[in-house]
């Protein structure tokens, strides 16, 4: 059995056990990819557990290093959460709910930690909302075993995704592994179960004397990031927190500005990274400061037809686009051994990678030589965030125009992203290299030239991002070297093109052809 499937079944087959005990001195719900107050079904679930005996709810967040480093989360990210959770403390504040932050330096230790603090707070129900990670899924089936065996309801429920994996299935009973079919039955699903939409209501204000009880808690720091994730880089650091302001009242604010001014375009602009025209919500939706089952019934309530397929356009298209998250999760949660470092399909499991160091450096610092992919990887170091379109373009170039193994992009993304999100980055990389689930065919190769002249027409992109380029006119910004002749990009310190793309493109062919498995 799959890890989602092994918890479901201990929810399932514990249910009668857990529903025997009642409530102690207080309800925990622990925070985790959810850091909001707003729309958030785990932390409801607990506020009305509290509030049905008139006890305090606890609200607890884990700072675990380790899991950083499992999951290559970027500083960029470490440093969003950790500002999010100053706005996630304040409010909760305002409500005399506590909020026990606190760092475990051995992940192991973290399931010991929460067993420690809910007997201390007399705790016997804690909820959580289910992250669908191999490693988390595993702890948390863990978890509510250990947590019955004291006497405790542990409850993680479906809350990340708009419709929870499992409930699409084929015709022939099988999850989708293929997007189109699956956006078919999701919106059906959600067409039939409009109720999946509704928004959960923030928690209850908690008993005045919580105030003193946990003053402790009220009163005790957010942690600081572990060493290995702090930024180091003062002005980094500062730039970050200008461009992306944290917590969930900016993400409502956001999601409130686009839906109202940029939306109803988005068909039609979604592809051009100078146009400024997507929603820029992806860090929200993966610290969960926004709900996906928010941002999804914002678009349907502002398109005058309420609908949520694609027939209208910029809201339709929008939320397919939402969906696309879904997507990879359902995919995460039933093919659990993409969380191994393993392709999702198995013939492309003995590809012959390149091993340069060098191309690979000069990919990640944006010197390529190839103005549209630079342009991409230095606003990555630079915001880390790219725009959608860019990040296939890069992705492309790095799995086949430098023949390099796409793992060490998707990492590379992980480290600096500051929305990475395992399932979609995993999706994404899958996706732009062939080798995951609803793939390109591998002879589908990005041309960098075509993609920047289509995308980019007026270099507009381009020049914000390299500098070097800015003063170039013309047609020549895309290909500096080819139809710009090279002298004012020579002039300017801008790289030549580290690769030819046909003889690349021809040697992608042959590799790909050739390293795939049979059986
Ligand atoms: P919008 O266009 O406004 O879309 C709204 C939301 O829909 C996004 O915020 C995002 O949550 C979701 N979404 C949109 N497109 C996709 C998609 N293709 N796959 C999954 N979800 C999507 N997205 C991440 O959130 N984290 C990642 O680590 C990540 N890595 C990627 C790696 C590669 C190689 C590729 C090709 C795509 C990756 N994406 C990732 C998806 C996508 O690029 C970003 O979600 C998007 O660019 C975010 O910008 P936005 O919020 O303005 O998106």
Redesign the pocket.
Known sequence: PRPIELLEKSIKDTKPEREEIQVGESVVHWFKRDLRTFDNKGLRLASEKAKSKNVPLICMFIVSPQDYEAHFTSPARVDFDLRTLEVLKSDLQEKNIPLHTVTIDKRNDVPGHVLEVCGKWGAKHIFCNIEYEVDELRRETKLLKKCLEKGIDFQPVHDDVVVPPGNLASGAGKQYSVYSPWLKAWIKHLHEHPDMLDAAEPPHQNPETAKTKFKDIFEKPIPTAPPSKAIKDAEYKQRLGNIWPAGEHEAQDRLERFTKEKIKNYASS?NLPAANS?????VH??AGTLAARTAVRAARDSNSSRKLDAGSAGHGT?IS??A??DF?KHVLANWPYICMFKPFKYEYSDIEWEYNDEHFQRWCEGKTGFPIVDAAMRQCLYMGY???RC??IV?SFLAKDLLLDWRLGEKH??EN?I???FA??N???G??ASTGVDPQPYFRIFNPLLQSEKFDKEGEYIRKWVPELAGMEGNAIHDPYGRGKGKEAEKAGYPKPIVDHKTARARALERYKGGLRRS
């Not at 997507?278 to 992806?282: E, K």
């Open positions: 979604r997507t929603s820029l919500l992806s939706l993966s929008w686009e939402v696309w998250r990879y790219i725009h959608n990040r296939m992705a993304f992980m992203l929305d990475g999100d979609s980055n999706g994404g990389w996706f732009s």
